[in-house]
T-cell receptor
Framework: SQKIEQNSEALNIQEGKTATLTCNYT??????LQWYRQDPGRGPVFLLL?????KEKRKERLKVTFDTTLKQSLFHITASQPADSATYLC??????????FGTGTRLQVFP | DAGVIQSPRHEVTEMGQEVTLRCKPI?????LFWYRQTMMRGLELLIY????????DSGMPEDRFSAKMPNASFSTLKIQPSEPRDSAVYFC??????????????FGPGTRLTVT
């Protein structure tokens, strides 16, 4: 069956370190992948999009990689800050034009 | 721009009642999506429209759910009759593409629905 897996356990890291979040998928052939941030009580906010023919994408302190052989995307936040604490969702676009979301990983950055 | 607007923000209703959720997408966006989010199932796509036409409604749980988009600036999601298992946060999102293939989606603040 088709699955998108993100770490269900919270990731706790110290301020200034690099946070790395993982998104693994099975039985999909995504055209591209997106990452969103969601704060409690709010809707998801788009962060980055990476296409299947791109290996890496950067935006300020954010970096996303996409390995279609491993069926995995990694999301990095460098020099993390307490304000980066949130839930991060990955989402795949399939050939059916749907955006399928993972369940998200909660990141907690402590001072 | 005010972003995607949803109303009401909170809705508490009794089982069996009709519930209508409303959404105003960002002006100029031509795709609109309805999602449901729960702790157990995460964020699920219910239905999406392109140029006011429903493209894919395979995520709609059952016939009790219906959605309309009478014009480019308004959409409704209706549940009739509502059941306790419909309790969730319902999000509306819009984008400026012909579907989710190209562009990011902008989400509204959500409607928290509680069915007792």
């Amino acid at each position: 069956s088709q699955k998108i897996e993100q770490n269900s356990e919270a990731l706790n890291i110290q301020e200034g370190k690099t946070a790395t979040l993982t998104c693994n998928y099975t039985n999909y052939s995504p055209a591209y992948l997106q990452w969103y941030r969601q704060d409690p009580g709010r809707g998801p906010v788009f962060l980055l999009l990476i296409r299947e023919n791109e290996k890496e994408k950067r935006k300020e302190r954010l970096k996303v990689t996409f390995d279609t052989t491993l069926k995995q995307s990694l999301f990095h936040i460098t020099a993390s800050q307490p304000a980066d604490s949130a839930t991060y969702l990955c989402a795949l676009a399939t050939n059916t034009d749907k955006l399928i979301f993972g369940t998200g990983t909660r990141l907690q950055v402590f001072p | 721009d005010a972003g995607v607007i949803q109303s009401p923000r909170h809705e508490v209703t009794e089982m069996g009642q009709e519930v209508t959720l409303r959404c105003k997408p960002i002006s100029g966006h031509n795709s609109l999506f309805w999602y449901r989010q729960t702790m157990m199932r995460g964020l699920e796509l219910l239905i999406y429209f392109n140029n006011n036409v429903p493209i894919d409604d395979s995520g709609m749980p059952e016939d009790r759910f219906s959605a309309k988009m009478p014009n480019a600036s308004f959409s409704t999601l209706k549940i009739q009759p509502s059941e306790p298992r419909d309790s969730a946060v319902y999000f509306c999102a819009s984008s400026s593409s012909g579907g989710p293939l190209t562009y990011e989606q902008y989400f509204g603040p959500g409607t928290r629905l509680t069915v007792t």
